[in-house]
């Protein structure tokens, strides 16, 4: 499958869904959340991890989108590769 001549490269992309998740003492302890919401990383890599379809968690977390399940896991995969 190939990329078309307008789609960014997909590390450009990882950037821009990493600018999804902010750390701010004053939310949730400092611990990355998604948007500055009270959604921290943590918890929609463990309801992806457990089953859930990304439908599914918008479905259930209303406040969220499909770039914040994407902004999580490029934030999980942005600390293995460092």
Known sequence: MSESVNTPPVPY???MLLQRITIDWNI???KPCIRGL?????LV???????MTTEEILEDYEDLEKEDILAALAYATKLIIE
């Open 13 to 15: 992309k990882s950037n």
């Open 28 to 30: 949730c302890h400092g």
């Open 38 to 42: 009270r959604y921290p990383v943590e």
């Open 45 to 51: 890599l463990e309801l992806l991890s457990s089953g």
